[in-house]
């Protein structure tokens, strides 16, 4: 437990870091762009006014003669030329007159530098010396200072951008704090987030846990919504499910199997406990003896075959093919006329190519075969293969039978009506025998049955369920009916061969 706790809140952390880290990364970069974007535009806007006020001043010294005394502070009407310099740009003006003496004061006082007062001694007017960097009463300035001309003095322009220095770094610290605050709420965010994402995550997790701890097989699985942790979760509650049907399937298998294997070996015992003293039977008891160990035999190794052969069937790893099941019944036919010298006729209509596992079909065909030979001992009608195909998929009693037979009659096992987008092709077996009642019509293909009638005779029960097995692993369902006029119809059907053409 403590280590998916670990497992789990690792997998959380690594959510909410990450969310949190991009949306740090993204906030710090809008942030950082938007921050020099603004005081670029601020310090590009107050020296652009700055260059303007100075350039203006410039100009009037050099279009007019004009004394220190035209730019004193105390003018009136306020029409002079340092209104004009002083209105649009909020800037601290101060007069020099010659050698740089200061005639008018600038609010706060100005410097003056040696370079100032040579060019307050300038002959022409309108020279420059400008300043980037000028403390004044702890603040910081550009000082620009212009030459009257003819000797006359200088007038000093300054401008404050400490202040301006102050305003960007109040939006910085501004900026930082969001940025922070946008991180912390990214945090909380993403640990919401990845609490709700991996609170599903959890309960699979446990689910899981719980199967390998307790193996039940049978745990529901908790899946809600339909994204991909949904859809994990049902590719999971179907595989328990196909997991927990296969256990039940081999538990059965193992217990019938069990239970049918106690008959022959029993009596096998018994018989084999008789072999002490066949010195003392007679001779026609002797030769029962070995003839009822010779059948019990038999018996037993078919059994044992027909158990290999539906466990097999149930992981067949054999490769699937395209086959003619017509030629498929053809070489089932000339085996079983061999073996049971009875006359046995194939017959195909349509196309009866299909995908599938060869060895599977044969002994498909070959246990309805063989099942009708058995049941039909001694009978001197043929036994007819009917193959069709391909034909649509039916669904319960309307499917076609032997004409005149009953619907009730008509059994059908497996997929009912799940469709097929290729067609089925349908195989017959019909016999003249004795015929199956309808009781048992219902439990032919049970795993180990066999009708009252028929236990008398050789057989484990097997066959008609391994055609079952082969059937539906081929997309198809086995049938059985009576026969008009007497005897069986039992077969099955395989999905037909796709053809994209």
Do not use: C
Request: charged share 25%; proline share 5%; aromatic share 4%.
């Amino acid at each position: 437990m403590r280590r998916r706790l670990r497992q789990v809140s690792s997998l959380r952390t690594t959510f909410t870091v990450s969310f949190a880290a991009v949306a740090a990364a993204v906030t710090v970069l809008v942030g950082f762009l938007s921050y020099d974007a603004a005081a670029r535009l601020v310090r590009v806007d107050q020296q652009t006014v700055f260059a303007e006020v100075v350039q203006d001043l410039r100009d009037q010294v050099r279009e007019r003669s004009l004394e220190p005394s035209d730019f004193a502070s105390s003018d009136p009407d306020h029409d002079g030329p340092l209104d004009d310099i002083i209105r649009p740009s909020r800037t601290d003006v101060q007069v020099l007159g010659p050698k740089g003496a200061i005639v008018d004061h600038g609010v706060p006082p100005l410097p003056v530098y040696s370079h100032d007062r040579a060019i307050s001694d300038d002959a022409k007017a309108g020279r420059l010396e400008q300043h980037k960097d000028v403390d004044v009463a702890g603040d910081r300035y550009r000082l620009a200072t212009v030459s009257l001309g003819g000797g006359r003095g200088a007038v000093q322009v300054a401008q404050q951008f400490s202040d301006t220095e102050d305003l960007l770094r109040t939006l910085q610290r501004r900026t930082v704090i969001l940025v922070g605050a946008v991180v912390i709420a990214a945090g909380l965010f993403g640990w919401w987030l990845a609490r709700r994402i991996t609170r599903r995550l959890v309960r699979l997790a446990g689910a899981a846990e719980d199967v390998a701890r307790t193996g039940r097989l049978g745990i529901q699985v908790p899946v809600t919504g339909h994204d991909e942790v949904a859809r994990l979760g049902r590719s999971f509650d179907r595989m328990l499910g196909r997991l927990a049907q296969s256990e039940e399937d081999q538990r059965r298998l193992v217990q019938d199997a069990g239970h049918e294997l106690r008959t022959p070996l029993t009596s096998l015992r018994t018989n084999i406990s008789m072999l002490r003293r066949i010195d003392e039977l007679p001779p026609d008891a002797r030769e029962e003896l070995v003839a009822d160990l010779a059948l019990e035999s038999r018996e037993l190794t078919d059994l044992v075959n027909e158990l290999v052969a539906l466990a097999a069937g149930q992981s067949d790893t054999e490769p699937v093919r395209r086959l003619d099941l017509a030629e498929l019944a053809e070489d089932v036919a000339t085996v079983a006329r061999r073996r049971t010298a009875r006359e046995i006729t194939v017959r195909a209509t349509g196309d009866t190519t299909v995908d599938g596992r060869t060895s599977a079909l044969q002994r498909a065909v070959s246990n309805l075969v063989e099942n009708a030979a058995k049941f039909d001992r001694g009978g001197t009608a043929p036994i007819e293969v009917v193959l069709t195909g391909p034909v649509a998929r039916y669904a319960g009693a309307d499917r076609p039978g032997d004409p005149g037979t009953p619907a009730a009659s008509v059994v059908h096992l497996g997929a009912i009506g799940s469709g097929s987008r290729h067609g089925l092709v349908r195989v017959e077996v019909r016999d003249r025998g004795p015929g199956i009642g309808d009781d048992d019509l219902m439990r032919v293909f049970d795993r180990f049955y066999r009708a009252a009638d028929a236990r008398s005779l050789p057989g484990s029960g097997l066959g008609l369920s391994i055609v079952r097995e082969v059937s539906t692993a081929h997309g198809g369902d086995p049938f059985a009916y009576p026969r008009k006029g007497g005897g069986t119809v039992i077969g099955f059907t395989v999905e037909a061969a796709y053809d994209p053409s």
